[in-house]
């Protein structure tokens, strides 16, 4: 078994930080915390509609964060 560790951030009520770290080898497939807005990501990603996808291994982490 295992899956992801979430840890996320809000500020004035809204999602501005967002870190998934994989505990088992695996595709993280992540619906936007962002409502639509731009973000940057650690690492590379791809966009399914309004999804996230990211290949992890054990141990590694997506980390996304909103855009001012």
Do not use: I, M
Not at 30 to 55: I, M, S, W
């Amino acid at each position: 078994e295992g899956g992801f560790v979430v840890s996320a951030r809000r500020q004035n009520g809204r999602t501005v930080w967002v870190q998934v770290t994989a505990t088992t080898p695996g595709w993280l497939q992540l619906r936007d915390p962002f409502a639509k807005h731009a973000a940057t990501a650690n690492r590379e990603v791809r966009r399914l509609g309004t999804d996230y996808l990211c290949l992890l291994k054990p141990g590694q982490s997506l980390e996304l964060t909103l855009q001012p």
